[in-house]
């Protein structure tokens, strides 16, 4: 059965504890996490709802965009990303006033005005230059992001025998990846490969079990679902310049493996 890959909120009561300041859902691969439920949990408990649209720019759920449910929300225009600058960028949007001054004196060394700075920030301001490439490409956004949607059906359409992105039906998935689940990804990933068909694997390893949170002593086992997903998905290629034939193409190779 095709599964949905954002976190589950049935599961995110029970792991908050004194300390927990917000909840931070991430609209993985560019598919809306489900956004009620996480809501009302956080209006519950009082806690912050920061929306990790990175991979999601114009995702929506029954027509609203992403990074408009939480409080705040961040956006990545790293070059590869939906909406891309020519080098790194991002961007956070919020109704909140306070979080809105907060994030501008975060970003611009702790001050709103020249000279009075008000809290210890840093030099997180966005670069004019890539501001003008985000500007120019960002009137093209909708027409990539239908092409991108477009590519994923015909994905869809032809792919059996592997697990396939799972879209509510009152969601729109924007696609920046289109995530296919295997067990038999090995192989297939091989195959892709020796036939120059670009593909890879987002991401290999849980964030619990990175090196850099080994201090935490996680154990393998302690996040079966996060495991079993970084052994089986695979990211095939997808782009808003793709045509229907690469699409049968890359289609066929795995059919032809599974
Ligand atoms: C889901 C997600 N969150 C956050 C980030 C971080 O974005 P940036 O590299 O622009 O800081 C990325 C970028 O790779 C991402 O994919």
Not at 45 to 55: F, I, P, R, S
Not at 126 to 143: F, G, M, P, R, Y
Request: hydrophobic fraction near 35%; include cysteine.
């Amino acid at each position: 059965m095709d599964k949905e890959r954002t976190i589950n909120p049935d599961l995110i009561e029970e792991k908050i504890t004194k300390r927990t300041k917000a909840i931070i859902p991430v609209h993985l691969y560019g598919l809306p996490a489900r956004m009620d439920p996480i809501i009302a949990i956080a209006r519950k408990h009082g806690l912050k709802v920061l929306e990790d649209c990175a991979q999601a720019h114009g995702a929506e759920i029954e027509g609203k965009r992403v990074g408009s449910f939480g409080d705040i929300a961040t956006f990545s225009f790293y070059p590869g990303k939906n909406l891309g600058a020519y080098g790194d960028a991002g961007g956070i949007v919020t109704n909140d006033e306070h979080l809105a001054s907060a994030c501008r004196m975060l970003s611009n060394h702790g001050q709103l005005k020249k000279h009075d700075h008000r809290i210890i920030g840093r030099n997180s301001r966005l670069d004019t230059i890539q501001a003008a490439v985000l500007k120019a490409k960002l009137s093209h956004l909708e027409k990539w992001t239908a092409a991108r949607i477009q590519a994923a059906k015909w994905y869809t359409e032809r792919l059996n025998d592997v697990t396939k992105p799972m879209v509510p039906s009152d969601t729109r998935h924007v696609y920046h990846l289109y995530v296919i689940q295997s067990t038999g990804r090995e192989g297939l990933m091989n195959k892709l490969k020796e036939v120059n068909i670009g593909c890879a694997i987002h991401y290999p390893t849980p964030l619990p079990h990175l090196n850099s949170y080994s201090y935490k002593g996680h154990k393998k086992g302690d996040f079966p679902v996060a495991e079993k997903l970084c052994s089986e998905i695979l990211s095939l290629p997808i782009f808003p310049e793709m045509t229907e034939d690469e699409v049968d193409w890359v289609s066929e190779v795995i059919r032809d493996t599974i």
